[in-house]
């Protein structure tokens, strides 16, 4: 898989105040399943947000492949992407660790 040197988000420089994400967070988890929250957060992709706190959206899903849907499109709106790649921990196997890997 290609590396890239410049993030293809280079217009994601600030991610928005955890304070303002705290308050996303709780309208995501009020949803009522997996597929509820994954097309909320679809949804909702204007802002920008760092790794921790895409992680913090991730753990909400259940489901391994809704973790991996998430932080796929997600990926553009990361404002640390050069961090990115710790949101391996987020997935159960070495199989979809691998995979995510080399989804960036």
Known sequence: ????????????????SNEEFGNYL????????????L???QKQRKSCYTTAQIEQMA???????GRMQLTKYMYAQV???QEYKTL????TT????KKFIESL
Not at 26 to 37: N, P
Not at 59 to 65: P, R
Not at 88 to 91: G, K, M
């Open 79 to 81: 404002a640390d992407p």
């Open 59 to 65: 753990l909400t899903i259940k489901s391994q492949s």
């Open 26 to 37: 709780i309208r995501i988890q009020d949803k009522a399943d997996d597929d509820a929250k």
């Open 39 to 41: 097309k909320y957060i």
């Open 1 to 16: 898989s290609e590396t890239y040197a410049v993030p293809p988000n280079t217009d994601c420089k600030n991610a928005i």
């Open 88 to 91: 391996e921990r987020i997935f």
């Open 94 to 97: 070495d199989f979809l660790k």
